[in-house]
């Protein structure tokens, strides 16, 4: 919950959706999903540009170093 509060307030978040314990719709047809997992979170991250992408991940990276392994974007 603490990086999804981080992301909104983030001035180049617009918005946000998370899905805890388990994932996303099926939004991306070549992405595996599982039904189920406890210790997982996935967002979904709407944002005011593209390249306000990077400065999010960067932003991130800086604020929860320990979160970081494990992690994958697309």
């Known amino acids: 919950r603490d990086i999804e509060a981080f992301l909104r307030q983030h001035p180049s978040v617009k918005k946000v959706s998370t899905f805890v314990g ?33 400065e999010i991940i960067r932003d991130l990276e800086a604020k929860f170093p320990q979160y970081r392994k494990g992690t994958y974007l697309i």
Do not use: C, H
């Not at 595996?32 to 306000?52: C, H, K, Q, W, Y």
């Open 22 to 54: 388990q994932s996303t719709p099926q939004y991306y047809y070549s992405l595996i999903t599982e039904e189920r997992v406890p210790n997982r979170a996935d967002f979904l991250i709407g944002t005011t540009s593209p390249e306000a992408n990077l």
